[in-house]
Nanobody
Framework: QVLLVESGGGLVQAGGSLRLSCAAP????????MNWYRQAPGKERELVAS???????NYADSAKGRFTISRDDAKDTVYLQMNSLKPEDTARYYC?????WGQGTQVTVSS
């Protein structure tokens, strides 16, 4: 059973922006660290950004300065705002908390 539902992926040109969303059941979302991972073809899944229940954030070096993770507790949703996208950001992006994963949303950045 998929409990996390991602949306917002798509095809964008280099330099463009996308905002990913991940909706979760309240019982999972509240008081949980929420993570965004990504996996490109032939590569391992990597952590992109995390946000704690009180809003503390962490980013992979590749995401710093370009991506912003945020959460809306009223909507039980976590977001990933991605700016200045690069072709190397092309991957399937997954929402995660504890042992729960979404099905992912594809982000493709053309050069």
């Amino acid at each position: 059973q998929v409990l996390l539902v991602e949306s917002g992926g798509g095809l964008v040109q280099a330099g463009g922006s996308l905002r990913l969303s991940c909706a979760a059941p309240r019982i999972i979302f509240r008081f949980s660290v929420m993570n965004w991972y990504r996996q490109a073809p032939g590569k391992e899944r990597e952590l992109v950004a995390s946000i704690s229940a009180i809003g503390s954030t962490n980013y992979a070096d590749s995401a710093k300065g370009r991506f912003t993770i945020s959460r809306d507790d009223a909507k039980d949703t976590v977001y990933l705002q991605m700016n200045s996208l690069k072709p190397e950001d092309t991957a399937r992006y997954y929402c995660n908390t504890n042992n729960n994963w979404g099905q992912g949303t594809q982000v493709t950045v053309s050069s």
